[in-house]
């Protein structure tokens, strides 16, 4: 984690942009709360309540990521990550605080990334230790084969049309919906 | 694209498994029919079928990320990727086929990470040209104000409850649902 600088995001991202400045302000705030740690496997879990630019700093920098399961998305549009770790079982929810931005900064875009990656921290972000339930870990399911299209589906998407067996884009075919 | 190689892989999931594995096959023969691409923004667009530890690999190698709204979520529970490349409009799928996996190999991690990273594509993926329609582009819409919690919400998740402003989860619990 100590390693990854905001380039990083960049290479990653595709590009810098005052999102991907601002998923950098506020994960390193939330791992402040948990020194030293990249979630390797799913030591820590990200509940993400938008899928804006600054979610690709948060996966990045903190191994909370798509593919691994311990990144999961509440689609309420707002600028808020909570980060959860397994083993202490503590919460931190951090807040994005956009009134904290001057109005005229907007019109620069690289000015305004700069002074998104300098501003004091709290100026623009609240974070606190929350308590939370343990997300359910992220598992994995056996594969089933569709009998309309041959292609394998997980167990738990399979469904039944007309006594057989199919994954979800064929039943929806079959169905006409 | 063309210097990130499985180390890079495994330093964004944060270990290796045949998972990642999988991945980093089915998005190389995807990004085979669009030579020298990552996306630096939406030029590419994929549309995953499954949130396994795979999409880690295509995330970092094709530049489709869930920050950048380039990175469609259909949660059919198959390991299919569909990349759209904007420019061109052409669209290419990639099946991987588990069936293409000798039994015995499964038992021995290491030995299967290897045989998935060395195996010609032919035996374990199968890809093809498709005519799929070009995604929505990603948007951005203005913040608005919730008066309940005082944070804020991107303005098409803001819900009324009982006449006042309120971000989902704050309407959630205005009507104890």
Same mark, same amino acid.
């Given at each position: 984690?100590?390693?990854?600088?905001?380039?990083? =995001? #960049? *290479?990653?991202?595709?590009?810098?942009?005052?999102?991907?400045?601002?998923?950098?302000?506020?994960?390193?705030?939330?791992?402040?709360?948990?020194?030293?740690? @990249?979630?390797?496997?799913?030591?820590?879990?990200? #509940?993400?309540?938008?899928?804006?630019?600054?979610?690709?700093? =948060?996966?990045?920098?903190?191994?909370?990521?798509?593919?691994?399961?311990? =990144?999961?998305?509440?689609? !309420?549009?707002?600028?808020? !990550?909570?980060? !959860?770790? @397994?083993?202490?079982?503590?919460?931190?929810?951090?807040?994005?605080?956009?009134?904290? #931005?001057?109005?005229?900064?907007?019109?620069? @875009?690289?000015?305004?990334?700069?002074? =998104?990656?300098?501003?004091?921290?709290?100026?623009?972000?609240?974070?606190?230790?929350?308590?939370?339930?343990?997300?359910?870990?992220? @598992? #994995?399911?056996?594969?089933?084969?569709?009998?309309?299209?041959?292609?394998? *589906?997980?167990?738990?998407?399979?469904?039944?049309?007309?006594?057989?067996?199919?994954?979800?884009?064929?039943?929806?075919?079959?169905?006409?919906?």
């Amino acid at each position: 984690m100590m390693d990854v600088k905001y380039k990083d =995001l #960049i *290479a990653f991202h595709g590009h810098s942009c005052p999102g991907l400045a601002i998923g950098y302000r506020m994960t390193t705030a939330a791992l402040s709360f948990f020194p030293g740690k @990249r979630s390797e496997d799913e030591e820590l879990v990200a #509940i993400v309540e938008n899928n804006a630019c600054g979610v690709d700093a =948060l996966q990045v920098l903190s191994g909370c990521t798509f593919g691994k399961g311990n =990144l999961i998305f509440k689609d !309420y549009g707002k600028h808020v !990550y909570t980060l !959860y770790e @397994r083993k202490s079982k503590k919460g931190v929810r951090v807040v994005f605080n956009f009134g904290g #931005i001057p109005e005229n900064l907007r019109q620069d @875009r690289a000015q305004f990334i700069d002074w =998104l990656l300098t501003v004091p921290e709290k100026e623009i972000i609240q974070s606190r230790e929350v308590a939370i339930d343990a997300p359910a870990p992220a @598992r #994995i399911f056996k594969s089933v084969t569709c009998e309309f299209c041959g292609e394998e *589906a997980m167990e738990t998407r399979i469904r039944k049309v007309a006594g057989k067996t199919a994954c979800i884009p064929c039943a929806e075919k079959q169905l006409g919906i």
